[in-house]
């Protein structure tokens, strides 16, 4: 089983019926300001699929997770690494 992406602690996972293979990685911050997980997993804005690269990017867009941090505690979440980021740099041949 591979080990949690390092945005995990900001999603809450659901199983998602489009895509039994990979489930819905609901914003704990979207979930709390939209009556619950249950209801944000239904809002497009709220969750995305459970792939570090595009969790990161969700909490980019994401007002409730920035009402919830200082800029600098935002800056530093925002910069941690993510698989996708390494395989970018060997396609390009870093």
Aim: proline share 6%; charged share 20%; aromatic share 8%.
């Amino acid at each position: 089983m591979p080990t949690p992406h390092k945005f995990r602690n900001f999603f809450t996972l659901v199983p998602n019926p489009n895509n039994k293979s990979n489930a819905k990685a609901v914003c704990i911050f979207c979930s709390s300001k939209n009556g619950g997980v249950q209801a944000a997993a239904l809002i497009p804005s709220c969750f995305t699929t459970n792939k570090a690269n595009l969790c990161r990017a969700h909490l980019a867009n994401c007002e409730n997770f920035k009402n919830t941090y200082t800029s600098e505690e935002i800056e530093e979440i925002l910069s941690r690494e993510v698989p996708e980021d390494k395989r970018k740099l060997n396609d390009i041949g870093m």
